[in-house]
């Protein structure tokens, strides 16, 4: 069992929270996209209200910890470790009602290089509470627009987790696969499921498109973001994601598993 002062040491010592990899510069530069409805930088999100940057910057202040102050534009993000622990509480809350209900989820990454063995952890404790995971359009292509043009990537699935890849890509069911934003996977996968009858997922957890795509839809989502991703924040600010848990989502993947243990712990989901 993890406790939350250790917890709380290791996001620090991890650089999870505390002084993180993100620059100053590189969240400006998304927030100055996100007030310009780049869809980019949206992934998603529809939002309902106006924002600039200086909404932005006031946003992720409250719900990060980053600098508040306007004229600091250079350096490295500061993440809370408190609203961290904060968050982690309440994402812990969801997963163990969804558990208790043994209610259908949906779970998807666009870090699977990172974040595949948090989610995936996840995935077996709420199969083994009783709750179906769903793995829609196993091999359905999607067409993503990219830094370098249009690229069609593969929806696929690890151990429950939802991820895209690269068509021809070896190894089918193996851990590697692409990092993107996008929410169209979560729109294919929701799709298929709407074309074949059902069940809906009641919980989608995860990062990047797939939470802000899927909250954007109406459906219940937690999920995990950095501070240069303020789509997630606007969502849960707007009323469309239930939870976001902030964090440095790009560290190596072993730093997240007291993370995993601590969530399954408070979820009452611990095998």
Known sequence: MVTVGALRAHLLAARLAGVVATSREESLRSYRLFAARDPRVLIGIDPEWSWEQRDLIGLMADKCGVSADPRHVSGQDVIDPERTLVALEAFAERLALVARRGAPVLLGTGHPHRLLGFYAALADALSAAGCAVLTPAKGRCVDITTQFGLRTYNLDYVQGVALVREPGAPDPGCATGAHT???????????????????????????????????????????????????????????????????????????????????????????
């Not at 934003?181 to 498109?209: C, M, N």
């Not at 997630?232 to 469309?240: I, K, P, Y």
């Open 181 to 271: 934003h996008s929410p169209l996977p979560v729109r294919t996968a929701l799709a298929a499921i709407a074309e074949a009858g059902g069940p809906l997922p009641e919980l989608v957890i995860g990062d990047h498109g797939w939470v802000c795509g899927a909250g954007q839809l109406g459906f219940e989502t937690i999920g995990l973001a950095d501070t240069d991703d303020p789509a997630l924040f606007v969502g849960e600010a707007e009323g469309r994601v239930s939870v976001v848990v902030p964090l440095d989502d790009a560290v190596r993947s072993d730093y997240y598993r007291p993370l995993t243990r601590y969530v399954l712990n408070r979820a009452c989901l611990s095998q």
